[in-house]
């Protein structure tokens, strides 16, 4: 695993960084609507205000498109799909990286890719130069993917490259949490089911939501998932989601309570929209939930 970089802000600091820009702005009225409607507590805010009706349907209230991005055109990762929504009148957005696991391609997990753009992202879901590729290789590839989303792509002037996030199944899971021990910048990571040879994270500071299912035998919860977790310090915000009874690949199907979670998470911290925190604190429950953990942020 390589050492952290502090080639950017860490995330902790961007985000209060972007608090004081978003007072800036509302003490000089730019957030202020032309109706006089109560300002918004971020410059990032995207969409409507979140309820559960809203984060639980099939799609976002953005329109969204997509893209092939051929292994030929790109360097560091083996190519792969751009979702992104279609809009460009609420400014830029941010933008998250999403590697499938061991032996698997992008159409694994392919759901994931307009179901996030639906909500004010653009997604890259990438293909892994192998499909052998262990995780430390695949953190390498999911910021190959950032970068090249951020400085190459078509679609680089939609994407505020300060907001970025990572996420990943299995090994790709555990790829994510190298990526975001590598680059703390990052604003967030959701690994899914996550694999990783590597139990403690204690240098982590990018805050990250790990999705586990209880009954996954190829990465058990009990080695993977929640060692990942509580190896984790509170300060870098994290929370833990346990799935009842789910296997190891439950992210290969659409999977309501997965997508809410990620959603509600990536709003919170790559958006900073505090608008998500119902959901986070005191987070889900039900027939669905087996745990939930979270060190709850503060607004």
């Not at 009225?29 to 109706?35: D, I, K, N």
């Not at 309820?51 to 976002?60: D, F, H, M, P």
């Not at 055109?73 to 190519?79: C, H, L």
């Not at 999705?211 to 058990?220: H, K, L, Q, R, W």
């Amino acid at each position: 695993m390589s050492s952290p970089t502090t080639t950017r802000p860490r995330s902790v600091a961007a985000r209060a960084t972007r608090f004081a820009l978003a007072a800036v702005l509302a003490a000089s009225g730019v957030l202020a609507g032309s109706s006089g409607a109560a300002q918004a507590a971020s410059p990032y805010e995207r969409g409507p205000a979140p309820t559960t009706a809203i984060l639980e349907a099939s799609r976002g209230p953005f329109a969204t498109a997509s893209q092939s991005v051929s292994s030929l055109s790109v360097t560091g990762f083996g190519g792969g799909v751009i979702y992104y929504p279609t809009s460009t009148s609420e400014g830029t957005f941010g933008a998250i990286a999403i590697s499938p696991g061991f032996t698997a391609a992008w159409s694994s997990i392919s759901w994931l890719g307009p179901r996030l753009a639906s909500h004010g992202f653009v997604v890259i879901g990438i293909e892994t130069n192998s499909r052998l590729d262990q995780p430390d290789s695949r953190g390498r590839q999911l910021l190959a993917a950032l970068d090249y989303l951020t400085q190459r792509s078509s679609v680089r002037t939609r994407i505020d490259s300060s907001r970025l996030a990572v996420a990943g199944h299995s090994m790709g899971g555990g790829g994510s949490l190298e990526a975001a021990s590598s680059r703390p910048s990052l604003q967030a990571a959701v690994p899914l089911a996550p694999w990783n040879s590597d139990k403690s994270w204690s240098e982590l500071r990018v805050p990250t939501l790990i999705i586990g299912g209880e009954s996954d035998t190829v990465a058990p919860v009990s080695s993977h998932s929640v060692p990942f977790y509580n190896s984790i310090p509170a300060s870098a915000e994290k929370a833990y989601l346990e799935l009842n009874g789910a296997s190891h690949f439950f992210p290969q199907t659409t999977n309501t309570p997965t997508a809410r979670q990620m959603v509600a998470w990536l709003k919170r911290f790559v958006d900073d929209d505090t608008r998500y925190e119902q959901f986070l604190c005191p987070g889900p429950s039900g027939s669905q939930i087996q745990e939930y953990r979270n060190t709850c942020p503060s607004a």
